[in-house]
């Protein structure tokens, strides 16, 4: 029997020029598109799932929107909760694979960013493929990541001359600034900050940070950490009431 072929491609931050050739390649010949939609005013993300498919899916094909489930959030058990949240994920997309898609058929997984940064999408796919009920084929195309988005927007580089940079999480951060670099100059690079806090934070450290990035309502505010720390919180408190969701990332840099 043949298996079930699986395509996880990297879309990119919102922009649809950010498709590579390789996506679009990938796109052209798939029966089905899978999509965990997380709630109802996240709608517009499913959309412009929709409209890439529209532009380059070649053949018919159908968009599979699986309701992701619920993750609670219990900090203390943070890894225990994580763990139960992707194996319902994977529960849930391993039925909509067996229903929706028959030996042979190709499947698409879109995935804002790169699926190998911060993404779950191919943890996921482990799971159900361990499980040994599906033959799944799986094939990853790398995407353009809100990392290098943002540093393009605001026109710096990541890093400082041969210096490392860090990628990290606002939970992380939280715990403190990591070690400083050999050569003098930090720079962290935070995700999946739900709410950022910087009042612990060196005020003389330069930030960049985007909100929305590679959309028609990105938004850029860059400085002295102590001087639009506050204006970052504000803007982004806005955006988030406007939009009812919010993506966003930073740069810290200590010179």
């Known amino acids: 029997m043949q298996d079930r072929q699986i395509r996880v491609i990297g879309i990119g931050t919102g922009d649809p020029e950010h498709l590579t050739l390789q996506a679009v390649r990938a796109l052209a010949e798939v029966d089905a ?3 965990l939609d997380k709630r109802a005013e996240t709608a517009d993300l499913v959309e412009i799932r929709k409209r890439i498919c529209a532009a380059h899916i070649r053949k018919p094909h159908r968009v599979v929107t699986v309701e992701d489930p619920p993750r609670e959030r219990r900090p ?3 890894g225990a909760t994580v ?8 529960a849930r997309l391993e039925a909509a694979f067996a229903t929706e898609l028959e030996a042979g058929q190709v499947g698409a997984i879109l995935v804002w960013g790169d699926p190998a940064l911060y993404d779950s999408t191919l943890r996921i796919l482990d799971r159900i ?3 040994g009920r599906l033959a799944l084929s799986c094939a990853v195309i790398p995407g353009l990541s809100s990392v290098q988005v943002l540093a393009a927007r605001h026109g710096v580089p990541l890093n400082a001359i041969g210096g490392p940079v860090l990628i990290t999480t606002g939970r ?3 715990a403190g600034w990591p070690a400083g670099a050999d050569n003098g100059a930090d720079s962290v690079v935070v995700m999946l900050d739900g709410d ?9 450290l330069t930030i960049y940070w ?16 102590g001087t639009v720390g506050a204006e970052i919180r504000r803007v982004r408190a806005e955006a988030r009431a406007r939009h009812g969701w919010i993506m966003d990332i930073y740069l810290l840099r200590r010179l």
């Open 33 to 35: 598109v899978f999509v």
């Open 83 to 90: 763990e139960a949240w992707h194996a319902a994920r994977a």
């Open 196 to 204: 950022p806090s910087f009042a612990d934070l060196d005020p003389d």
């Open 172 to 174: 992380r951060l939280a």
């Open 129 to 131: 493929s361990a499980r």
């Open 210 to 225: 985007g909100a929305y990035l590679g959309s028609p309502g990105e938004i850029l505010v860059s400085g002295r950490l």
């Open 76 to 78: 203390a058990d943070y």
